[in-house]
């Protein structure tokens, strides 16, 4: 299933760009599927796929009643626990979602098309709309993170002593509690373990929406930092709202020169590798199926899918015996900044953060034989020296 995943700086489009994409790919003869949070005008959406045309369905989120329907769920299976220790249940009725429910709601919607109950309609393309760039930078790394807690939280080796609590609880009287937390975990580890899989496929591309101007230019800088270290690719750029170049309104000629500079720019700086389409200015926000036609976004390619193989690449020079005496580590960092860039190693783990994003990656197996001797960003690549640990390496006879 190819996968595109739609995004941007807040207010620049991002679910006018799903929708158009979703609308275009329907068109080429795609049975696509749109997820979004946001209503989307001339579309009907419910918490189930509705059709929209023969060819695209539309699902919305609601994050609400996914909070609701998981605490309740979460009181049922921990229901010996609870009664346990004398807790009182919470009805569905008073359950207001807390700060983070969208975020996990949009995640269980991924589950559902990538490997749920929707996963056998047939769909040829998913199109995501995503929330705001850095949020959803943060979001697709969500899921890496999460099953790293868990492994952290409830490792494997514990749980093979499931086997006794039975005995235990016989001999204590009492239920033990533990059972049904690895059960969750297991759960919840094999539904994030299914969205991963959807954000890291060869068919999953970003799309990014962006209005020409000094606001979206910090905005993409910061946008080709994550990507690259969460190792995401961008299929298209789109340039929002693009105005007539050649107005006879002083005020108008002003604001579409100050677009115009701003896309050659991105034309520079991003194509050929990642094309920017211009879409136009309607004079109004699209509201029908024929507005978002207009926008003449292109359907996603099936030959323009593929998630680039790791990033990181090893250099390193041969000592007196052969054996390199130094190993660099390399990173492409398009954008980094030296300031806003910090790193930790942190037994075979490096603890990565670049601006707003931070990521733990475990370092390669050739590398783990060795000591950190110092880091340095320039040209866009960071580069982490390791020296060889004599008494890790083995010796040449």
């Not at 609601?62 to 309740?72: C, I, K, N, Q």
């Amino acid at each position: 299933m190819r996968t595109v995943l739609t995004t941007g700086p807040g207010g620049a489009g991002r679910t006018t760009l799903a929708a158009a994409t979703a609308l275009a790919a329907a068109a080429g003869g795609s049975r696509t599927l749109l997820v979004s949070a946001e209503p989307i005008p001339g579309l009907p959406g419910g918490t189930e796929p509705t059709a929209v045309t023969d060819r695209l369905d539309h699902v919305r989120i609601d994050s609400g009643a996914h909070f609701r329907a998981e605490l309740t769920d979460l009181q049922e299976r921990a229901s010996g626990v609870l009664d346990l220790v004398g807790a009182g249940r919470l009805d569905g009725e008073e359950l207001t979602e807390l700060p983070g429910s969208a975020q996990l709601a949009l995640l269980h919607t991924l589950h559902r098309a990538a490997a749920g109950d929707w996963s056998t309609a047939g769909y040829d393309t998913l199109v995501v709309d995503l929330p705001p760039l850095t949020e959803a930078l943060a979001l697709l790394a969500l899921p890496e993170q999460l099953r790293r807690y868990l492994r952290r939280l409830l490792p494997a080796e514990r749980q093979a002593a499931r086997a006794l609590r039975p005995v235990l609880a016989q001999l204590a009287g009492v239920p033990m509690p533990a059972q049904w937390l690895y059960e969750a975990a297991a759960r919840k580890d094999a539904e994030l373990a299914a969205v991963q899989a959807l954000v890291e496929d060869s068919a999953t591309t970003l799309r990014l929406a962006a209005e020409p101007g000094p606001a979206a230019e910090e905005a993409l800088r910061t946008a080709r930092t994550g990507l690259a270290l969460y190792g995401l690719r961008a299929d298209l750029l789109v340039a929002n709202r693009v105005l007539p170049r050649h107005s006879p309104d002083p005020w108008f000629a002003a604001l579409a020169a100050e677009q115009e500079k701003c896309l050659s720019h991105w034309h520079a700086e991003w194509a050929p590798g990642i094309p920017v389409h211009e879409a136009p200015h309607l004079g109004r926000d699209p509201r029908t199926a024929d507005d978002l036609a207009a926008l003449a976004v292109p359907a996603p390619d099936e030959r323009e899918a593929g998630r680039a193989e790791d990033p990181w690449w090893i250099e390193g020079e041969p000592g007196e015996s052969g054996t390199p005496a130094e190993l660099t580590w390399c990173l492409p960092l398009p954008g980094a900044v030296k300031e806003e860039l910090r790193l930790v190693r942190r037994g075979d783990e490096l603890l990565l953060t670049v601006g707003p994003f931070h990521r733990i990656i475990r370092v390669a197996s050739a590398l783990r034989r060795c000591t950190v001797s110092g880091a340095a960003l320039t040209d866009g690549v960071l580069r982490v020296r390791f020296t060889l640990d004599p008494g890790l390496w083995p010796r040449t006879p």
